[in-house]
């Protein structure tokens, strides 16, 4: 909020909350991605994808990040088909 002596003008913040709120997503999505790498990647590779989506669709500035977290939800995906079809279940452990 920014007031001029000459008139009283109010700047609108929505633009740079805006943004902020895409940055968010990107490393959200990044974070999520990275994570179900590990665990619940049923649930949190789809979260990072739609996260990442949104993020690029709105503009982030971080951009690599966004499609950082697009590549570990498609990759989340990835990893749980893959160890579906070695042992035909929808959870799997290290463990063997």
Not at 33 to 36: F, Q
Not at 47 to 53: E, H, N, R, Y
Not at 64 to 74: D, F, H
């Given at each position: 909020m920014q007031l001029t002596a000459d008139t009283e003008t109010v700047r609108d913040p929505l633009p740079r909350t805006a943004?902020?709120?895409?940055d968010g997503m990107a490393v959200a999505s990044f974070v999520l991605?990275?994570?179900?790498l590990l665990v619940l990647?049923?649930?949190?590779?789809p979260?990072?994808?739609?996260?990442?989506?949104l993020a690029l669709?709105?503009?982030t500035a971080r951009r690599?990040?966004?499609?950082?977290?697009?590549?570990?939800?498609?990759a989340d995906l990835a990893v749980?088909?893959?160890f579906v079809a070695a042992d035909h279940t929808l959870?799997?452990?290290?463990?063997?």
């Open positions: 943004a902020r709120d895409a991605g990275l994570l179900g990647n049923l649930f949190l590779g979260i990072a994808i739609v996260l990442a989506g669709w709105r503009g690599g990040r966004a499609l950082l977290g697009l590549g570990l939800g498609v749980l088909a893959a959870s799997w452990s290290l463990a063997g």
